[in-house]
Structures are given as structure tokens and as C-alpha cells.
């Protein structure tokens, strides 16, 4: 373990290992030591490696909750809506599946070598985050493709080969999107769950959080992408855009309870996160104006029990798309300020040892 008595040139302490408990002079260590100074890194070097991710891990995770929350909703409605949410369901399926199409090919950008995509699949790993979700995303591939294929054929784009629109017209579309269901609820929430099973302090220690946030936010974009559709599509989607309607409320709601929990739950590891530039991006990009105002929009209109205009339903539901995008790159971004954080990784380390014991 490092000291820093003079505050300026790190030290290692002599021959036994220490645990850090404050970062105030005096702080206790283990085997009975004192260690004087304040948490630092080894000349400059920080402690841990942070995520040198680009824009296309921050789009692919995105996309992927994207993709779940959509498979999810067509499901639902075609399981225990009516004949008239055709329309939701169709465009469901096809923003799943275009979705998740995409999003392999950004994480092997992303990896620089194809090969190392294939590799993953090689083995099944219960206890890696990467390796299960790189499997997930596989499988959930599979079934919004099967969900696809059917309903390019109940639309009649495979009229032109009769015999594979028939063997398409016949495959159990409902037992699919059951399972399926799963596995996009997965995809939904494993990044989140990915990240809080790294060392970066500001990601573990929102452990609990992560997942079921980006979940309610893939659920949040995914009813926010159906509803532009829908308000495309002019009144004949009336009803099942009401539906739509009710159920953003529900999820945005969760949305925010979830983040209102942060400051708490993050306690002294929260600052990158709520300051600087990136918190006015969270802060006005996602609480403000992807989550805040489109709630209090639809609520409004709901109160006056008036259908909520075309123009204003359109509006709203881009705010919460873009929202939802910010709100990745804003946990990155934070991510890589804590894991430069040399104070906050002894903290945090010396914390979970305390648990520990």
C-alpha cells in the first residue's frame, strides 16, 4: 500500500499490507500502522485502468436497451392488446430487430478485431458480465430475427418465394416472443450491469442501481420510439397511442425515482457524476429535459383530458430518445473521472473490506 507522508512523493509502506479507512491524516491501517497524508496514485499513474470506449459503446448501449424495451412492449401488446395495436406491434419488432442488428457490429468496432467477438462465444462464462452478454445479445438476435421474419411475412414482403412465406406464417410467434422476452429484458439491463462489475468506484458502488436503470431506461426510449411512429401515423392510432401514452408515465416516473436515489446511494462517489460538465449534461440532458419535461407534458394534457397534440406528442418523445442517449455517455464520461480518482478507489476499497469484516 502507498503512503504519502509529505503530500507530494508516494511511498510504499514497509512490509505489510494496509488497508486505508480515511483519507485524513491519522487514518488507522491494519496490523495497527498510522499512515499520515492522502490517498494518491503511484506517480501520476492512477490506480486503475478506466474504459477507453468510444462513441460506439456509448451508441451500442443505447441501441441495446433500446432494442429489449421494444421487443418487450410488442410483446405485451400482442399477447394482451387487441387488434388494434397492429400497428405498435409491427413497428416493435422492426425497431428490435434493426436494433439489435446494429449493435454487434459497433461492439466489434469497438473490440478493433472481429475475431474477438467469435472468441467470446467460444465459452460460456456464468461469472462474466462480457461473456453473458455477449451470449445474450446473441440470442436475443435470434429470436427478434424469427419475431421478424414472421411478421415480414404476415405483411406480405415474402409473397415473391410462397413456400418460405408459409413456413414463416407458421412458426409459434407467441411462444417466441415469450422467451425472447427474456432475454431482452437481459439485453436491456446487462450493461448496466456490466459496468458496476468493474473496480471504477462510481460504477460498483451504484451496483444495485445500474441495471434496473438502464432497464427502466430502454423501457423509457423504446415507448418513446413508438410513440413518434404512432404520431406518425395520425389518428388511426388513437387509442394505442393512449396506451403508449400511460405506460411512458409509469416508466419515466421509475426512471426518476431511480435516480433520485443516486446521491444517496453513491454517497462520496457521486461527485463525478454531479459535477462539472457532466452533470449539466445529466442533469439538463436527461433528468431536465429527457425525463422532467416530457413527463409533465403528457400529465398535463392527461389532466385536461385532451389528446395530446401530434406536433407536441413528436416533440416530447425525441426529448426522451435523446435523453436516454445522454444518459449512457454521462455514466461513461463519469466512470472515467472516478476511475482517475485515486482517493475515491482507496475509499472505496477500504469500504468494501470493512464490509467484508
Known amino acids: 500500500m502507498m503512503s504519502n507522508s509529505n503530500g507530494d512523493q508516494p511511498a510504499k509502506s514497509s512490509g505489510t499490507a494496509a488497508v486505508l479507512t480515511s483519507d485524513k491524516a491519522g487514518a488507522s491501517l491494519s ?9 494518491s496514485d503511484y506517480y501520476n499513474i492512477p490506480l486503475i485502468h478506466k474504459a477507453h470506449w468510444s462513441w460506439e459503446v456509448i451508441l451500442y448501449f443505447f441501441l441495446g436497451g433500446l432494442a429489449g424495451g421494444s421487443y418487450l412492449v410488442s ?3 400482442s399477447l394482451f392488446g387487441s387488434d388494434e395495436d397492429a400497428d405498435l406491434i409491427r ?4 425497431i428490435s430487430f434493426g436494433c439489435i442488428l446494429i449493435s454487434p457490429i459497433l461492439l466489434i468496432k469497438d473490440l478493433g478485431r472481429p475475431e474477438r467477438f467469435h472468441h467470446m462465444l467460444r465459452v460460456l462464462k ?7 452478454g455477449t451470449w445474450g445479445l446473441t440470442t436475443f438476435g ?7 421474419a414472421y411478421q415480414v411475412a404476415m405483411d406480405g414482403l415474402l409473397n415473391w418465394f410462397p413456400l418460405l412465406s408459409r413456413l414463416m406464417r407458421a412458426l409459434p410467434v407467441k411462444l417466441i416472443e415469450t422467451i425472447g422476452s427474456f432475454f431482452g429484458l437481459f439485453v436491456a439491463s446487462y450493461t448496466g450491469v456490466l459496468l458496476s462489475s468493474t473496480a471504477v468506484p462510481l460504477w460498483a458502488r451504484a451496483r444495485h442501481i445500474l441495471g434496473p436503470l438502464f432497464l427502466t431506461s430502454g423501457l423509457s426510449t423504446a415507448l418513446a420510439s413508438l410513440s413518434f411512429i404512432l404520431s406518425l401515423g395520425g389518428r388511426s392510432n388513437a387509442k394505442t397511442l393512449e396506451k403508449v401514452e400511460r405506460a411512458e408515465m409509469v416508466v419515466m416516473t421509475t426512471e426518476l ?22 452533470a449539466v449534461f445529466f442533469g439538463a440532458g436527461t433528468i431536465g429535459s429527457g425525463l422532467l419535461i416530457p413527463l409533465l407534458t403528457r400529465l398535463g394534457w392527461k389532466l385536461t383530458r385532451k389528446p395530446t397534440p401530434r406536433a407536441l406528442n413528436i416533440g416530447a418523445s425525441l426529448l426522451v430518445l435523446v435523453g ?11 466512470g472515467r473521472a472516478s476511475a482517475d480518482d485515486a482517493q475515491a478507489t482507496h475509499r472505496y476499497n477500504a469500504m468494501e473490506s470493512l464490509r467484508g469484516h
Open 31 to 39: 496490523h495497527g500502522e498510522r499512515w499520515s497524508g492522502r490517498a
Open 324 to 334: 436516454g442517449l445522454i444518459l449512457r455517455y454521462v455514466w461513461i464520461v463519469a
Open 91 to 94: 413497428a416493435g419488432r422492426y
Open 126 to 132: 456464468f461469472r462474466s458480465a462480457m461473456s453473458l
Open 142 to 148: 435470434l429470436f427478434c430475427g424469427l419475431t421478424t
Open 257 to 278: 425515482g431511480l435516480i433520485s436515489t443516486l446521491p444517496t446511494v453513491l454517497g462520496p462517489f457521486a461527485e463525478p457524476l454531479f459535477k462539472g460538465k457532466t
Open 75 to 77: 410483446t405485451i401488446a
